[in-house]
């Protein structure tokens, strides 16, 4: 699971000697990061429901395709609407309704009695989980000091993956308590409970100081600015007008033109593969998977856990070394190696054999994701594109990213077949052949960004 994340403003000033991390700074940050916990919940609660609501519903395998990617149009939107709210109304109380989102998504799905009932809950958890994926990192990246910014606002990622673990665990304990008709329900409604703290406690963290500035009140940011910790609180309000004041300048350049034509297809492209690799159709239908390959409910929650761990602790160790190892050793080798795996699964779904070596696979993709297009795709998108449009060059990438999460998963119950049965390995081959394509167009076309001033990349972007 990947973060839609906005670069970054300069919005605290770059002063080395900046205080460090208080209890408020502390608190806002963690209820900030919140959302990033219920956006991966959100994400990947639903495979454990699956089988529950295609039976319930008598669900064609479109129609749980379309109730599946419902949350994905949702997020599309969401990213894409996201940010006006967010800058008339402010980032956290934006997030407020997010938050409301999310419990109504979770009401709703807890007492759906049809399938358009779960859709329209989906769809709010989807605006949610979009909208999410924008404010979330904006109201980190907007409080955190230029020294702190990049871990504090790395808390979200962590939260994100974090969420999926914490999904998958849930319904594996929901499902070990023999529920009966009513799991699938307890499955989605519980995530009612974090978002209802998640509201809460939004309504006691400051506004960002950043936001408050582009209003006009210079003494609320001055205060929050102290309120956090911050040091040298005059001239960091005055990087954040020089800052506005540049964003304003280049808020009118397009995106679109002959000079920027490499920086967005890398953005298109990375975003695209970041997909097309099959990480969302495994979250998504990850138990699903497992009980095609023969395993039974129990054995597939469980498995479904395994992946979830190993996704956590690989992409720690990806947000650790990606400034030593480089963008592009990471996406290449992250290639190679969930291209590997995704072969062998393609082997055994085709040929009925160890099925046995099937979580380990799948363990192993998860790990080669998490820390090479996981860890490395917003962080490049957000360094390829000049100052004056790298707003709308995330946007561009958060776009391509939900849209083809969309359209994989509704697809791929379309494809999915029993372990055995003919061409039952087809997606699985999909997924590995555009590793290849991916290892061949990052190998090409790809430049280094490692340790390149962003003031730089303008030119890298021309000559490498």
């Known amino acids: 699971m990947n973060l839609t994340q906005p670069s970054p403003p300069e919005a605290i000033g770059s002063d080395p000697n900046q205080a460090g991390i208080n209890g408020a700074l502390l608190g806002a940050t963690l209820v900030g990061a919140l959302g990033g916990l219920l956006f991966g919940f959100d ?9 529950d609501l295609v039976e319930l519903f008598s669900l064609t395998k479109g129609e749980q395709g379309f109730m599946t990617a419902s949350a994905m149009i949702g997020a599309t939107v969401g990213s894409l609407a996201a940010a006006k709210p967010g800058d008339l109304y402010g980032r956290r109380d934006s997030l407020k309704v997010v938050a409301a989102f999310y419990l109504l998504c979770a009401i709703g799905c807890a007492f759906a009695n049809s399938l358009w009932m779960i859709v329209v809950a989906r769809l709010l958890g989807g605006l949610a989980v979009g909208a999410t994926s924008v404010l979330g990192p904006m109201y980190l990246a907007e409080i955190a000091p230029a020294s702190r910014r ?13 969420g999926v673990l914490i999904a998958y665990g849930s319904n594996y304990l929901l499902g070990s308590m023999h529920l009966g008709a009513a799991e699938w329900r307890w499955k989605l409604g519980v995530q009612a409970l974090p978002a209802f703290a998640l509201l809460a406690m939004l309504f006691f963290i400051p506004r960002s100081p950043r936001w408050l500035m582009m209003k006009g009140f210079r003494e609320e940011a001055a205060a929050v600015l102290r309120k956090i910790g ?8 005055s990087a954040i007008e020089e800052s506005l004041r540049e964003e304003k300048t280049g808020g009118t350049a397009p995106l679109f033109t002959r000079a920027l034509a490499r920086p967005v297809f890398l953005a298109i492209a990375v975003a695209m593969f970041n997909q097309l690799g099959g990480i969302n159709a495994l979250w998504y239908y990850a138990d699903q998977i497992f009980a095609m390959a023969g395993f039974d409910r129990s054995a597939s929650a469980m498995q479904s856990v395994v992946l979830g761990s190993v996704n956590l602790l690989a992409t720690l160790f990806g947000m650790a070394v990606i400034d030593k190892v480089g963008r592009k050793p990471l996406l290449i080798w992250g290639t190679v190696g969930g291209g590997i795996s995704l072969a062998m699964v393609t082997w055994i779904f085709n040929s009925n054999a160890h099925a046995n070596w099937l979580v380990w696979l799948l363990a192993g993709m998860v790990i080669c994701h998490a820390f090479g297009q996981g860890a490395v795709i917003w962080v490049f998108i957000s360094e390829i594109f000049p100052t004056g449009v790298r707003s709308k060059g995330q946007t561009l990438g958060s776009f391509t990213h939900w849209f083809m999460a969309m359209l994989i998963s509704w697809v791929f119950p379309l494809l999915a077949r029993p372990l055995g049965e003919p061409h039952a390995g087809l997606p699985f081959a999909f997924f590995a052949a555009m590793m290849v394509v991916q290892l061949v167009v990052v190998g090409l076309f790809f430049p280094e960004t490692k340790q390149v001033a962003l003031e730089d990349m303008s030119q890298r972007m021309k000559t490498k």
Do not use: Y
Not at 43 to 51: F, H, L, R
Not at 230 to 237: H, I, K
């Open 150 to 162: 990049g871990r504090l606002v790395a808390c979200f990622q962590v939260n994100i993956v974090l």
């Open 43 to 51: 994400t990947a609660v639903i495979s454990g429901c699956q089988k």
């Open 230 to 237: 911050g040091a040298n609180v005059p001239g960091q309000l």
